[in-house]
């Protein structure tokens, strides 16, 4: 039976076909764009192997390239919209066929209710109500980057502690709770930023000290519903994302979701760790001085 994976990426893949079908000046616009291939597999692997979304790699490339902080982020989330989901169908495959019964991703399907269910309701609400980012998108998103990444590396170098989270945590309502409060502010952050939901449930469920590649497999797949569930405003007549990258990081994003699975359980857990806060402070770091 063919994995949802790789049905997802047909289907994506065949609109992707459809779309460039129909655009003009297809061969010409695949030369000057071609990078955006490379970037959006780039972006994918990153997010789906790690946990962070795809704006990691795309907010800090797209203002780079001098797009404006609105056309950045609708991109970034486009983008994600083929590598999340991709990432996500392979991690949730991953989870049945190998962890159903295991206790260490106990509580794997009620984290990611809980987390995204919170994460769209924060999401939309900060677009209702428009809730803007404190400061601009390059401060923001620096500082969030350094502080995030900050955070992992004090957690990979503490000693491991005895295993209290074999059974969601040991006290499931209050990591239900925290889960959903996190969903809700990491929604509003990623309306802001294209990132934030993600790396802050990944976050909080190593520092509860789950299962590493449970906690990324929970920020891959809330952050695909996440990135979904904007797809009104970022797909309405008035969005700014640029759709000529957008059809070719696409395809690169999906292709990078289908094989970051791999890259995650090819490496240790504190590679993982360290590589993932490395990279964020790095990109943060950068963002700042070009700010």
């Known amino acids: 039976m063919p994995r949802p994976s790789l049905i997802a990426a047909f289907i994506l893949f065949s609109f992707w076909l459809l779309w460039a079908w129909y655009t003009p000046n297809i061969a010409q616009l695949l030369i000057n764009n071609s990078f955006f291939v490379l970037l959006g597999i780039c972006g994918a692997v990153f997010a789906s192997a790690t946990g962070a979304g795809g704006g990691v790699i795309f907010i800090p490339a797209f203002s780079t390239l001098g797009f404006s902080p609105e ?6 989330f486009l983008v994600q919209c083929f590598g999340m989901t991709a990432g996500a169908l392979t991690w949730c495959h991953h989870y049945i066929k190998q962890h159903h019964h295991n206790k260490t991703w106990h509580g794997f399907i009620t984290m990611i209710t809980c987390c995204s269910i919170f994460s769209i309701a924060g999401l939309w ?47 499931p309502l209050l990591d239900c709770a925290i889960l959903c409060g996190i969903g809700f502010i990491g ?42 569930s904007a797809t009104p405003i970022t797909l309405s007549p008035d969005s700014l994302a640029n759709f ?10 999906l292709i990078g979701g289908l094989i970051a699975k791999r890259v995650a359980l090819f490496f240790s857990v504190m590679k993982l760790k360290l590589f993932f806060a490395i990279w964020i402070i790095l990109t943060g770091t950068v963002m700042l001085f070009i700010a």
């Open 71 to 76: 056309e950045a982020i609708s991109t970034s």
């Open 125 to 171: 609400c900060s677009k209702i109500m428009h809730i803007n980012a404190p400061a601009s998108l390059h401060t923001s998103f620096s500082l969030f980057s350094i502080i995030l990444g900050s955070i992992i590396i004090l957690n990979s170098l503490k000693k491991p502690s005895s295993d209290v989270t074999t059974q969601f945590g040991g006290k």
């Open 187 to 228: 929604g509003i952050i990623t309306a802001w930023l294209s990132v934030g939901v993600g790396e802050i449930a990944v976050i909080y469920l190593m520092l509860r000290g789950y299962c590493t590649k449970l906690s990324i497999a929970v920020g891959v797949v809330v952050s695909a519903v996440t990135v979904w």
């Open 244 to 253: 000529e990258v957008l059809l070719f990081a696409g395809p690169g994003a």
